[in-house]
């Protein structure tokens, strides 16, 4: 009961909430509520605050550690940059010593005499040469891959022989012409010069030369004048035509006689050679090349099909010269040469000139051409290693290049070293020794101003190559007569000199 009462009193002194106490009460909550915000706010900028000086701090303090340590870089740059400009100011001193050097040494050495320095000059130049080709013997020794990797051995030989094969056809077309009348009956074509012999260099357009052989037509006869005795080979020989009698052969060779016949028989027969070709019974180079090219035309008419496909021929006064296209329009140059043959032997009266522009249209110079191909073909035939002389031609002409030394001058060598040495001896293995004996062998020659022609007055041509008996019989012809002048003996020692210096090049640096 007691309890009652209290909890009822308790009920009476309670105040009644009404509307107006809520909103008191609610304004404020809001109050309270904003200013915990701004509290908020303000405690999280004071920590970011606290965040961003304690960054800072921190950035210090790492410079401050890093600070002794680009000290030291810097101190050592400076080091490195005083060091660098006190090295420049020496070595610009130390240059000024030396050429102030030089420049005594030099003094000192012109008061010595002239001929003591050029001797010791020469000296050092040789002991040095000899260096440098003995340490290149011995780079070479264990394996020798130079003549191979330097130029290849076949050159232009498969179109040397396609071009040969082409000829061939023409000339049997133009024997086939000329069978029935009174001009000069050409034969089969021999190739020569350096296409022929492989020597030929890669970077020139090859010219394919032959020589091709004139016989004499029916009732003719030709007579070879080759001047004077003394002088060989022969340079104003001349090929006299003849008529010949022909009495009781008339009706095989289907003529009259040019020399027994009445001029009534005479009549229809008329000799096309002596009218024609010749010049006061001369056989005429220029008339005959003229000849020669109407020929090859008609020649090149009446030709089965083949793989050239077209023939332009050009003007020339002793020769027939004449571009062939073949199917894959790759032109090829020809030249073909007139050759009269000795007797026998193989040395031909040539219609090549020996002086450009001078030569008499009647002049017909002796020719070793021939002579030279076949000594190079029994070289091959008789070595292990076909066509192993080429590489050496090949070196020889690419180190003579602007100099006064010609190339038939290093073939003439070569030709008298390949019968002095044994066959065996030219084994590619052995191509350095064999490079430098051709220097030395002309070296020799020109101290001593004379280089021997090889097939006049030599001993050692090979008994295969036929020679006339006044080529065999007579003195050795000398090649270098011209050095007896001493400023032309002079520049021919000098260019020795550059040879070796080139053939050295040639040999370490390929160029």
């Not at 960054?55 to 410079?63: D, F, I, K, T, V």
């Not at 050592?76 to 040494?105: A, P, Q, T």
């Not at 050409?186 to 012999?197: D, L, N, R």
């Not at 016989?215 to 090929?239: I, K, W, Y």
Request: hydrophobic share 40%; net charge negative; proline share 4%.
């Amino acid at each position: 009961m007691a309890l009652a009462f209290v909890f009822s009193l308790l009920a009476q002194r309670v105040p009644c909430v009404g509307d107006y106490l809520d909103e008191e009460t609610l304004n404020r909550m809001q109050q309270r509520e904003e200013y915990l915000q701004e509290q908020m706010t303000k405690l999280l900028l004071e920590i970011e605050e606290m965040e961003m000086a304690r960054s800072r701090m921190g950035l210090q303090a790492l410079l401050f550690a890093l600070l002794p340590y680009w000290k030291i870089v810097s101190v050592l740059c400076l080091f490195v940059f005083l060091f660098w400009f006190m090295w420049k100011i020496h070595k610009k001193f130390r240059g000024v010593e030396d050429n102030s050097g030089v420049e005594s040494s030099s003094s000192e050495e012109q008061q010595q005499e002239q001929q003591e320095q050029q001797e010791q000059q020469e000296q050092e130049q040789q002991e040095q040469q000899e260096q440098q080709m003995q340490v290149v013997k011995v780079k070479a020794k264990d394996e020798f891959v130079f003549a191979e990797e330097f130029w290849p051995i076949h050159t232009h030989q498969e179109d040397g022989e396609q071009i040969l094969s082409l000829l061939h056809h023409l000339i049997d077309i133009c024997q086939h012409i000329a069978a029935d009348t009174f001009y000069p009956v050409p034969a089969h074509t021999t190739g020569v010069g350096s296409v022929y012999e492989g020597w030929c260099p890669l970077v020139n357009k090859p010219v394919f030369c032959v020589v091709v052989p004139l016989l004499a037509p029916r009732g003719h006869t030709f007579h070879l004048d080759l001047g004077a005795p003394e002088e060989l080979p022969a340079r104003n020989s001349r090929v006299r035509v003849e008529l010949e009698c022909t009495c009781g052969r008339e009706q095989e060779m289907r003529m009259r006689c040019f020399l027994h016949a009445s001029a009534a028989e005479l009549r229809n027969q008329k000799s096309n050679v002596l009218r024609n070709l010749c010049t006061d019974s001369y056989l005429d180079v220029e008339k005959t090349a003229q000849w020669f090219q109407k020929l090859i035309r008609n020649a090149w008419k009446c030709r089965h099909s083949s793989t050239m496909r077209s023939l332009n021929v050009t003007q020339s006064k002793r020769s027939c010269r004449f571009q062939v296209t073949d199917v894959y329009k790759k032109i090829f140059l020809v030249e073909m040469l007139f050759g009269v043959q000795q007797d026998d032997t193989d040395i031909f009266l040539s219609s090549q000139e020996t002086e450009i522009g001078t030569t008499p249209s009647t002049i017909w110079p002796q020719s070793c051409a021939v002579a030279e191909a076949k000594f190079f073909l029994l070289v091959a035939a008789r070595a292990k290693e076909r066509n192993f002389y080429i590489r050496y031609m090949q070196v020889c002409t690419y180190i003579l290049a602007g100099l006064n030394f010609s190339v038939y001058e290093l073939k003439t060598v070569l030709m008298h070293l390949l019968t002095a040495i044994p066959l065996e001896g030219w084994h590619r293995s052995y191509f350095l020794e064999r490079i430098d004996d051709i220097l030395r062998y002309l070296r020799c020659c020109v101290e001593e101003k004379h280089l021997g022609h090889f097939f006049i007055g030599n001993e050692d041509v090979p008994a295969e190559i036929i020679l006339p008996q006044d080529f065999r019989e007579s003195e050795p012809l000398n090649l270098f007569e011209h050095l007896e002048d001493p400023e032309r003996h002079e520049q021919a020692l000098q260019e020795l000199e550059e040879l070796q210096d080139r053939l050295l090049s040639l040999l370490i640096y390929g160029k």
